[in-house]
């Protein structure tokens, strides 16, 4: 599963980035973007899937 984020979607939040750092980071425009998309556990990954307020990311 690889992990995408609508940044048409994303508020820049940040809480996916506190979640999985390994995966998600902020970018030059203000929202997340994956850096990594195995960089964390899946566990993990799904729990910043959960926790995005705005359901920007989904696992494809
Ligand atoms: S949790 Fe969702 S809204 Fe927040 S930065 Fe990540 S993708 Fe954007």
């Given amino acids: 599963m690889t992990p995408k984020v ?3 979607k994303c508020i820049g939040c ?3 980035v506190a979640v999985a750092p390994n995966t998600f980071a902020m970018g030059d425009d203000g929202k997340s973007e994956v850096t990594n998309p195995t960089g964390d556990p899946e566990a993990t990954i799904q729990s910043a ?3 995005c307020p705005v ?3 989904t696992l494809e």
């Fill in 55 to 57: 359901q920007a990311i």
């Fill in 6 to 8: 609508d940044k048409e």
């Fill in 49 to 51: 899937v959960d926790g």
């Fill in 14 to 16: 940040g809480a996916c």
